[in-house]
Structures are given as structure tokens and as C-alpha cells.
């Protein structure tokens, strides 16, 4: 028996060797999520109160429970907000306002949503500025961030700062109890920014509203008059934190982050999957499975970097000039396709790249589970 589990640790630290970059970022991952229980703790001491122990694996078994006796709310939220916080104790789900959620329940949200999938998102490092570059466009309708690929994500983002990451997931507004009771409130798109660091990442919280029937920009500007007005929900970071954790402002992050999620919620993203092992110092280790990495644009990326070495090395254009490379403007590009009539009326949403010259990818952009043994 011993010998077996020797073999199977050796299996797996060769798959890990093989994973490379991928099983780096699946240690981010895990090691943001625990950042985010911290985070609950450290809440529960400024409440006068003490976490001993805190089992994520537990929000299934709630989520359960609340279909089974009747609740409902849209199926791309794994559990809402408010039902998370039953799961966490009065005590620590409200803040100071009893009106409102605790940071305790976001953080809560967030790592409940991830962990059933436990999906890890590592971009290619020249789409992920191509695309953080790219201007928001303010039309785009907030239905589109409701297709994130699973109920929660951690997306690596060092260009956020080294070792950050986000975790994103959405919080359904609306729900309805047994009986026909229920309440009714905005969506959200939560989203919590991790740093790396020695002493453990901070945490910057923050959630976005997605007005129904409204553009992102309609939905950003609204929240943004109500935050001048009334000041950032408790828990919720102001400029000078963001500045402070990352190096830039609320807006620019928000739009930066935006454009990440957005991308991951179009139609032709450019997403490749795999498993990766669960290192042997790792927390994951103590339960749960793998985590898998999705690696966001790298073949686009590839192309792009193709295309403009080709562009660099360009013959002249006849008049003894040599042409310069041309990078058109990376810009989102949205339609509505189908009938309301039909019943199959859907959001189509695209991100146009810098350069279309030799951008096409080989075959089609589906999405590929690898193995990660070597």
C-alpha cells in the first residue's frame, strides 16, 4: 500500500514538473482562496467574534438544501448572497446596517462559487494587455456578463501587480421562496482582487451592478452616483485602497478587469483547459479536487505576435519607403441575433483583436480538456 501511494506522489509531481506555468497559477489560486477565509476570519475578530473552522465544501450541501425546499433563482448563481449569509450565522452576515451584506458574506460568495469547479483562468500576457488597453465599450448590455464560463473564476493577472489575481462570480438579486416569497434586488458581479505577498495577499472587494434592460456603462455610472453620494458600501474598497493595492484607481481597475471577464464571456474566446495536480504543501490537499487551469488566448496570442513580426519584416511598398507595421484599434464588437418572436432572441459578443491579417486560429475555438500527465 505504501509503495502505491509512493508511485501515485511520483505520478504526480512529474504531471505537476509538466504542467509548468499552469500548476503555478493553480498554487496562486488556491492560495487566494484561502486568502478569502482568512479574510472572513479576520471580519469575525472586528465583530468580536472567532471562526474555528470553516468547511467550503458545506455550501453545496446548502445550495441542496434551500432547491429542496423550494428556492429558486437564475442558474448562472451558484448560491445568492443573502443565502450564503444563513450559512455563515446572522452575526457574521450583515454589516454594521442590518440593510446590507457583510464583506464576510462577499468573500463567502466568492470562494462557495469557486470551489465547485475550482477553475483557474491564466491569460497570454499580450492579449491580457491588448485586451486591459482596449476602451470599455459602454453599450455593451450587462446580460453579457451573465455568461461567465462557471459560477466562480479566479483569474490570474499579474499585470494587476506580481502574484495578483481576481475572483469573479455573480450574485443573483432575485429570489423566490417556497410559497411565491421571495425578494427582489440587482444583480451583481462580485469580484475580489487578490495581491500577492509574504505575509498574505490583500483582499480588495468590490461589487458591480448589472442593471436589467441597462448598458454596462448605464449600470456603472448609476452605482457611481450613489457611491459619490452615500460613500462605498462597508467593506467595499474606496480609490485610495485600490490605489494603495494595485497602483491605479477603482474605475481603471474596474474596466481593466471588465474587459478580462468579458472576454472570457464572448462568443469566440480562445480557451483551452487541463487538470492539474494538487501539490503536496498545497491547502487543496486537504480536500477537494484538482484544480483546472484555462489558458485564455494563446493561440491568438501567438497569431498576434506572428502577425506583427511579418508586418516588421514587410518588403517596401514600391517607392523605396518601408511600410510600417499597422496595429488597427482593438474594440468589442456586439449584435442581437434571433427572433423574440421564436423565443431564441440571444446576445452575440466579440472582441475584434488589434491586427485581423493572419489572426485566424487553426480549427475551431472549442474548448479542449488535456490531460496534464506527461
Not at 465544501?57 to 429542496?68: T, V
Request: overall charge negative.
Amino acid at each position: 500500500m505504501a509503495k502505491q501511494e509512493r508511485e501515485r506522489r511520483r505520478q504526480a509531481q512529474r504531471a505537476r514538473r509538466a504542467a509548468g506555468a499552469a500548476a503555478e497559477v493553480a498554487d496562486r489560486a488556491d492560495r487566494g482562496v484561502a486568502a478569502l477565509v482568512d479574510g472572513i476570519g479576520q471580519f469575525a475578530t472586528l465583530q468580536g467574534k472567532r471562526v474555528k473552522s470553516f468547511d467550503l465544501e458545506g455550501f453545496a450541501s446548502l445550495r441542496d438544501s434551500f432547491i429542496e425546499r423550494g428556492y429558486r433563482w437564475p442558474a448562472w448563481c451558484f448560491l445568492p448572497a443573502p443565502l450564503v449569509g444563513a450559512g455563515l450565522g446572522e452575526e457574521l452576515a450583515v454589516d454594521v446596517n442590518p440593510a446590507l451584506i457583510s464583506p464576510a458574506t462577499m468573500l463567502a460568495t466568492l470562494a462557495a462559487a469557486w470551489t465547485p469547479g475550482r477553475i483557474a483562468v491564466r491569460f497570454d500576457d499580450d492579449v491580457a494587455k491588448a485586451l486591459m488597453d482596449t476602451p470599455m465599450e459602454a453599450s455593451i448590455p450587462t446580460e453579457a456578463l451573465q455568461r461567465l464560463p462557471a459560477w466562480g473564476l479566479y483569474v490570474d493577472c499579474p499585470r494587476l501587480g506580481a502574484g495578483a489575481g481576481f475572483f469573479v462570480t455573480l450574485d443573483a438579486g432575485t429570489v423566490m421562496g417556497p410559497g411565491g416569497q421571495g425578494y427582489t434586488e440587482l444583480d451583481e458581479l462580485v469580484v475580489a482582487v487578490v495581491r500577492g505577498g509574504d505575509e498574505g495577499p490583500p483582499l480588495v472587494i468590490s461589487s458591480l451592478w448589472l442593471r436589467p434592460a441597462a448598458t454596462i456603462g448605464e449600470s456603472l455610472t448609476e452605482q457611481a452616483e450613489q457611491t459619490q453620494r452615500l460613500g462605498p458600501n462597508f467593506g467595499e474598497a474606496g480609490d485610495e485602497e485600490w490605489v494603495a493595492a494595485i497602483g491605479m484607481g477603482r474605475a481603471e481597475a474596474t474596466a481593466r478587469i471588465l474587459s478580462l471577464v468579458l472576454y472570457l464571456c464572448s462568443d469566440d474566446s480562445d480557451v483551452t483547459r487541463r487538470e492539474v495536480p494538487t501539490s503536496a504543501s498545497s491547502r487543496r490537499a486537504r480536500g477537494g479536487g484538482e484544480t483546472v487551469v484555462m489558458s485564455a488566448g494563446f493561440r491568438l496570442g501567438a497569431a498576434l505576435r506572428l502577425a506583427v513580426a511579418e508586418h516588421a519584416s514587410a518588403a517596401g511598398d514600391g517607392t523605396g519607403h518601408r511600410v510600417a507595421p499597422h496595429l488597427r484599434r482593438a474594440h468589442w464588437h456586439h449584435f442581437w441575433a434571433g427572433s423574440e418572436t421564436r423565443g431564441d432572441r440571444h446576445l452575440r459578443l466579440h472582441w475584434v483583436s488589434p491586427i485581423r491579417v493572419n489572426t485566424e486560429l487553426p480549427g475551431e475555438l472549442m474548448t479542449v480538456v488535456r490531460s496534464a500527465d506527461p
